[in-house]
């Protein structure tokens, strides 16, 4: 997978496919950081841009606010990936995942809570205008 113009569709697919991987080799029960290390290994393996633990700064009343929160990942500069390893998601964690998706001007992001049984049931497509 050499293409870089993916849409972000086509890099939620592939991160959801690694996803599942990882969860089906590895399962649910660790911790967030490494469910992270490891979706880095493979989304850089398949030639993506990933960046992690990226603090993103936001302007509010003509002030910058430098690191005002930090997004998991950052996936071809299109994608946030928040990651989860979690007994139940919380209504509040889309909620900060649309906030942070309109805070950088992303229009998708997603919620994966890798401490689910099926992977299926963590996951949360949050949409910002796409």
Do not use: C
Request: no cysteine.
């Amino acid at each position: 997978m050499i293409r870089m113009n993916y849409s972000e569709n086509d890099i939620a697919k592939i991160i959801l496919d690694r996803a599942f991987l990882i969860h089906r080799d590895l399962g649910p029960g660790l911790l967030e950081s490494i469910y992270e290390k490891v979706l880095i290994h493979e989304l850089k393996k398949l030639n993506l841009t990933v960046e992690s633990q990226i603090p993103i700064s936001f302007e509010w009343d003509g002030i910058v606010f430098e690191k005002g929160f930090r997004a998991d990942l950052i996936v071809n500069n299109k994608v946030i990936v928040e990651i989860k390893s979690v007994q139940l998601l919380a209504p509040v964690h889309a909620k900060q995942l649309l906030t942070y998706l309109r805070l950088t001007n992303l229009k998708l992001g997603l919620l994966l809570n890798f401490n689910e049984a099926l992977l299926k049931d963590g996951i949360k497509r949050i949409v910002n205008g796409l």
